[in-house]
C-alpha cells in the first residue's frame, strides 16, 4: 500500500469512527431524507447550529410559525405509517440561558406533535408530553450527547437511547410521521439557546 493509500484509509477509518452507529436489532438499511429548514419568530438556523433568542419577536410568518413559538429546526421529509425508522445524531449545547427547549421531535402529521424531547436548565432530558425523565443530568453545556430513536410503526412501539443506552421506551398512536431537530421552545418554555446537532443518520428495517 503507497503512503496515499494509507492517509485515505486513516481518514476513512477515523471519519467512520465519528459515524453514529444503529442501535437495536435487526439489519438497518440507511436513508437520507431531504429536509426543510423552519425558522420562526427570532429562531435561526446556520448549517448544523440552532438558535433561539431569550424571546419571540412577534413574527408569526414562514414555515412552521404560525404558533409564534421560537423554532430554529430541520423538518425531515421522512413521512411514513408503517415500518421500522431509526434516527440516530449528536447534539451538543454551546450556550444555555433559557429553560425546556425541545430538541427532537418525532411528529405525528395527524394529531400534531407526539413525542418531544426537551432539556432543562438542569440539563436534564424529559418527554414534554407527560413530563416523563428520559435521562438526568446528561445535557448540560459542551456535553455532546448521542441520540437514537427506534420506533416500530407496526407494533406501535418507540425506544429512546442516550449515549448508546435505552433510556425510555412509550407506545404511539396511529396516523403519519415524521422527524424534526433543532430548538423550540414548549408552552412554558423560554430562551435563549444555541445547538449544535451533528452527525445525522436515518435508517428503515
Ligand atoms: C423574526 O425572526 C424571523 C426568523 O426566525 C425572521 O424571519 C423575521 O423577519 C423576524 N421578524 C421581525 C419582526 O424581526
Ligand atoms: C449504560 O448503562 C450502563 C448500565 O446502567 C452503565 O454502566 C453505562 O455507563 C451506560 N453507558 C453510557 C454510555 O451511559
Known sequence: MGFKQQILLTLATATCALAVS?????????VD???????????????????????????TSGSGCSNGHLRAERRYKNDYSSGVHQFG?????????????????????????WFMMAVKDSGDLYNVEGGDTIASGVATVGQTVTINT??????????????GNKTYST???????????????????????????????????
Open 22 to 30: 444503529p442501535v437495536g436489532s435487526g439489519s438497518w438499511t440507511s
Open 33 to 59: 431524507p431531504e429536509f426543510d429548514v423552519q425558522e420562526c419568530a427570532g429562531g435561526t438556523v446556520s448549517g448544523s447550529t440552532f438558535k433561539l433568542p431569550e424571546s419571540p419577536n412577534g413574527s
Open 89 to 113: 445524531g449528536q447534539f451538543k449545547i454551546t450556550s444555555m440561558g433559557g429553560n425546556k427547549v425541545d430538541l427532537k421531535q418525532t411528529f405525528n402529521g395527524d394529531d400534531g406533535p
Open 150 to 163: 427506534v420506533h416500530d410503526a407496526d407494533s406501535s412501539s418507540f425506544d429512546v437511547y442516550v449515549n
Open 171 to 205: 407506545s404511539s398512536v396511529g396516523g403519519s410521521y415524521y422527524d424534526k431537530f433543532g430548538a423550540y421552545t414548549t408552552d412554558s418554555g423560554s430562551g435563549p439557546i444555541t445547538v449544535e446537532w451533528t452527525d445525522i443518520s436515518f435508517w428503515t428495517q
